[in-house]
């Protein structure tokens, strides 16, 4: 494999490197969207009314969380609402334990609709996209052989 191939396998993200704006770009990429669950037992019903599509959502994981280890509590405005589906949470959960910025909204809401899933949380973790001049620059080398490109802009 390339260094061309191995920037693009790993999304420049997983190499911890600074990588200046005019050679990688920053985008949210869509990686969980689906029901809160619990709601009925935490503070949505006291804030159904006031919630809104597209408001911003807090995830706080919950490693000694006494029925699942790998718990994400959902929050909007300091409420719990509920959590991150169980059979779901572990992926999510590992990200946020190795200091993966997580984003979340709230991408729908009809507690008249459907009652126990009245709320829909959207996630969203931040892609870096190389841009043709890094990428020119590795097309035909190996990683071994290359200078450290970065560090010399």
């Known amino acids: ?3 061309k191939d191995f920037i693009n396998t790993l ?3 997983a190499s911890g490197l600074f990588i200046p704006k005019h050679l990688a770009e920053r ?4 990686i969980y969207d689906n029901y809160v669950r619990g709601l009925k037992h935490y503070r949505f019903l006291d804030c159904k009314d006031q919630i809104k ?3 911003e959502l ?4 919950e490693p000694e969380n006494q029925y699942d280890r790998y718990a994400i509590s959902v929050h909007w405005q300091g409420n719990r609402m509920g959590f991150i589906a169980a059979y ?3 992926v999510l959960a ?3 334990r190795q200091g993966v910025y997580l984003s979340s909204f709230v991408s729908q809401i009809a507690p008249k609709l459907y009652p126990f899933n009245a709320l829909a949380v959207e996630v969203f973790a931040e892609l870096i996209i190389a ?3 890094l990428l020119e620059y590795f097309a035909n080398e190996r990683a071994d052989d290359s200078d450290d490109y970065y560090r010399k802009l």
Not at 58 to 61: F, G, M, S
Request: charged fraction near 25%; glycine fraction near 8%; aromatic fraction near 0%.
């Open 131 to 133: 841009k043709p001049p």
């Open 1 to 3: 494999m390339n260094q």
């Open 88 to 90: 779901e949470n572990v």
């Open 53 to 55: 599509e597209g408001d």
């Open 94 to 96: 590992n990200m946020m």
């Open 27 to 30: 985008k949210p990429a869509k």
């Open 58 to 61: 807090t995830l706080q994981p």
């Open 11 to 13: 999304g420049l993200s």
